[in-house]
């Protein structure tokens, strides 16, 4: 089969190898795509957004009972996941179609199977055979779940799986700590199932500012998440039926425990293998991320990578805009990098939290003097719904100039406010500048504007600050 030439071929039709893509295309470049699971990736196909479908969904449990405070009556309530599934499914075919269709409308090439490196520059196609030179390559294939290896381990589901299970668990233990372990257990216990969440430090989210760590720590058990810390998954084995059939599970503290399914949220690697990075000399660090340099250059001339593979931010904005940047870079005319400095993100657990900018700690070993505002306060939304709910709101501002440098929210809004405090941190606004900008009432959001009170953290009799 003869050789098809390229200006860019693109390993991975996710968020960022689409954008790089069809941005690369529209300057002219003549550009071919290769996806070997879905066109989208894992941010449209098994990731963010049908997970903020689920989140959506289980936020009505509890907002059908918190209704109840505001005179609403509703029987009979009842949840049907599998209807829920496949309406889910219903909108990511059509997202899924809406990628393709723009790769087409841009005149990219796009190919639903497995591409490998086969170095000189090429890239073979595996089930078709076809082979292409191409003056460019672009790796973008992301991530996938992190496995562990532990006896049974092949029992569990990950992040993969959990949108296509058959029917929802009573009982489910989810392991890990971070963004994904943290928003199924709201989910799954939203959604009414016993959820119990193992991680292997004290206080979730680790990497987020202390605060809004113990936050969120602290509802996820207010919210019916049994949460067992200082503990790992040892050994999964099925349980015979005449016991009651399920998995069961032994946690390396000793303590056994029975549930229907056990998803493992343990992390994220490259997804590098088989790839032949090896065959193009292209190098990788232990885990198999990609090393680049700011630009997405990688130690092979001509070979680029952007995106989860490279393991820096793994989030979706984060692959789009470094994607971006690539195209301007090598087929636009702007010569660019994406600046990883202050990105936002949101943990969507239930209340949600976000997060931009350094933590206290961080900020405290990168500048020394800080001044922390906060508070946490239940928000008038529950005064009448009975819930016992709290939120958040956490400003870290540098004491030397005053400019806010973290801003950590726990609200049910608090995804949606980020957005917006992150343009003022990343404008290197000062706290008297927040200060001067008048309130919206009445929001919760509106404490931003208002907190005066630096915070002093309790002082013992002896002086010495706890
Ligand atoms: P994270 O890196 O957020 O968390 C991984 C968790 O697994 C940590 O709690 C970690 O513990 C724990 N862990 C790692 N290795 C082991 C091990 N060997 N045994 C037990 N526990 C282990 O990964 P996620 O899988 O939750 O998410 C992957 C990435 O996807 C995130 O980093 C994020 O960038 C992205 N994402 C973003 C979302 C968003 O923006 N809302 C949503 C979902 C994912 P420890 O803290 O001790 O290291």
């Known amino acids: 089969m003869s050789e098809q030439e390229v200006d860019l071929f693109v390993i991975g039709a996710g968020s960022g190898g689409v954008r790089a893509a069809r941005v690369s295309a529209q300057f002219g470049a003549k550009v071919a795509i290769a996806e070997e699971f879905r066109i989208g990736g894992t941010c449209v196909i098994r990731g963010c957004v049908p997970k903020k479908l689920l989140v959506y969904a289980s936020a009505y449990g509890s907002g059908f009972r918190e209704a109840q405070g505001y005179g609403w009556s509703a029987e009979n309530i009842s949840f049907d996941w599998n209807a829920l599934i496949a309406a889910k499914d219903v909108e990511i075919d059509r997202l899924s179609g809406i990628y393709r269709r723009n790769l087409g409308n841009a005149g990219v090439a796009a190919f639903e199977e497995r591409a490998e490196l086969i170095g000189d520059g090429k890239v073979k196609l595996v089930k078709s055979g076809q082979v292409f030179a191409a003056k460019k390559i672009l790796i973008a294939t992301g991530g996938t779940p992190r496995r562990i290896g532990f006896p049974g381990e092949e029992l569990s589901i990950s992040s993969n799986e959990v949108f296509h299970l058959e029917t929802l668990p009573k009982k489910i233990l989810i392991a890990g700590g971070g963004y994904i372990a943290c928003e199924f257990a709201s989910i799954f216990a939203g959604l009414g199932v016993e959820t119990s969440l193992v991680y292997r430090r004290d206080t979730v989210l680790r990497g987020f500012d202390d605060d809004l760590r113990t936050h969120i720590h602290n509802e996820l058990i207010a919210h019916g998440v049994r949460v067992i810390t200082h503990a790992s998954i040892k050994e999964i084995a099925k349980q015979d039926a005449k016991k009651g059939g399920g998995l069961l599970v032994q946690l390396d503290n000793g303590q056994p425990m029975v549930v229907d399914q056990v998803m493992m949220a343990v992390g994220r690697v490259a997804a590098t293998a088989g790839l032949g990075l090896d065959v193009a000399g292209v190098k990788a660090d232990r885990s198999g991320?990609?090393?680049?340099?700011?630009?997405?250059?990688?130690?092979?001339?001509?070979?680029?990578?952007?995106?989860?593979?490279?393991?820096?931010?793994?989030?979706?904005?984060?692959?789009?805009?470094?994607?971006?940047?690539?195209?301007?870079?090598?087929?636009?005319?702007?010569?660019?990098?994406?600046?990883?400095?202050?990105?936002?993100?949101?943990?969507?657990?239930?209340?949600?939290?976000?997060?931009?900018?350094?933590?206290?700690?961080?900020?405290?070993?990168?500048?020394?003097?800080?001044?922390?505002?906060?508070?946490?306060?239940?928000?008038?939304?529950?005064?009448?719904?009975?819930?016992?709910?709290?939120?958040?709101?956490?400003?870290?501002?540098?004491?030397?100039?005053?400019?806010?440098?973290?801003?950590?929210?726990?609200?049910?809004?608090?995804?949606?406010?980020?957005?917006?405090?992150?343009?003022?941190?990343?404008?290197?606004?000062?706290?008297?500048?927040?200060?001067?900008?008048?309130?919206?009432?009445?929001?919760?959001?509106?404490?931003?504007?208002?907190?005066?009170?630096?915070?002093?953290?309790?002082?013992?009799?002896?002086?010495?600050?706890?």
């Not at 900020?363 to 709290?390: C, N, Q, V």
């Not at 100039?401 to 726990?410: A, E, P, R, T, Y």
Request: some cysteine; aromatic content about 6%.
């Open 289 to 466: 991320a990609i090393q680049v340099d700011e630009f997405g250059q990688t130690n092979v001339p001509g070979v680029f990578a952007i995106g989860d593979v490279t393991d820096r931010i793994n989030l979706t904005p984060v692959a789009i805009r470094e994607g971006a940047a690539f195209a301007d870079s090598e087929f636009g005319d702007r010569r660019h990098s994406f600046d990883h400095k202050d990105v936002a993100s949101a943990v969507f657990t239930q209340p949600p939290a976000g997060s931009v900018g350094l933590s206290e700690a961080d900020a405290r070993a990168e500048y020394g003097e800080i001044d922390i505002y906060k508070d946490a306060f239940r928000p008038m939304r529950h005064t009448l719904s009975g819930i016992e709910e709290r939120y958040l709101m956490k400003l870290v501002v540098r004491a030397s100039d005053q400019v806010v440098v973290g801003v950590h929210l726990v609200s049910d809004a608090a995804p949606e406010i980020i957005q917006v405090a992150a343009v003022a941190v990343k404008a290197g606004l000062t706290k008297a500048q927040w200060d001067e900008t008048c309130a919206v009432h009445p929001t919760a959001a509106e404490e931003l504007v208002l907190m005066r009170q630096k915070f002093q953290p309790p002082v013992l009799e002896d002086g010495e600050a706890l």
